[in-house]
T-cell receptor, first 111, second 116 residues
């Protein structure tokens, strides 16, 4: 089955700086890569996703890149704000729909 | 509109008891998924329904776990003869079901199960 690895496990950044989270996946058949943000005690919420026919996608301060050859994808958050503090999960799925998640990155934005 | 809802939100039970966890997906969502999330970890896939058909149950840990969605809407995850290792957050998700792949899954608030 699919194996998704996520790094780093914790990330502390100064407000206004950028944050980058990287994930690798093992199954070359995976074609959908969502990112979820989970605040303490809340449900995971989709913040951005990318499909295998696209190399990069941006939504305001958030961007995701995908390198299918290397089987890795990354989340970039620019101009970080305190409300960006949360746990971020990457995930991957193929045509079987089930999402395989990374272990999560705890992001802390220091004011 | 209303999101995915789950009940109960918290369940404390004694080892050996059966529990039933309920998921109510977003109205009109054809696909429904169950995941289990351990503390500090990402959700782990358990099972998937398309309408009332259980298409994939490869993630169910053993035969004490079962799930159903008899009318293609509400789903129930049942754990028989609970064990302490079953303690976790159980999350349900749903998606529209109108794509062949790459559908956005919307998660519910989860049921926190504690087996004493």
């Amino acid at each position: 089955g699919e194996n998704v690895e996520q790094h780093p496990s914790t990330l502390s950044v100064q407000e206004g700086d950028s944050a980058v989270i990287k994930c690798t996946y093992s199954d070359s058949a995976s074609n959908y890569f969502p990112w979820y943000k989970q605040e303490l005690g809340k449900r995971p919420q989709l913040i951005i996703d990318i499909r295998s026919n696209v190399g990069e996608k941006k939504d305001q301060r958030i961007a995701v890149t995908l390198n299918k050859t290397a089987k890795h994808f990354s989340l970039h958050i620019t101009e970080t704000q305190p409300e960006d503090s949360a746990v971020y999960f990457c995930a991957a799925s193929g045509n079987d729909y089930k999402l395989s998640f990374g272990a999560g990155t705890t992001v802390t934005v220091r004011a | 509109g209303a999101g995915v809802s789950q009940s109960p939100r918290y369940k404390v039970t004694k080892r050996g008891q059966d529990v039933a966890l309920r998921c109510d997906p977003i109205s009109g969502h054809v696909s429904l998924y169950w995941y289990r999330q351990a503390l500090g970890q990402g959700p782990e896939f358990l099972t998937y329904f398309n309408y009332e058909a259980q298409q994939d149950k490869s993630g169910l840990p053993n035969d004490r776990f079962s799930a159903e969605r008899p009318e293609g809407s509400i789903s129930t995850l049942t754990i028989q003869r609970t064990e302490q290792r079953d303690s976790a957050m159980y999350r349900c998700a749903s998606s529209l079901g109108d794509r062949n792949w790459g559908e956005t899954q919307y998660f519910g608030p989860g049921t926190r199960l504690l087996v004493l």
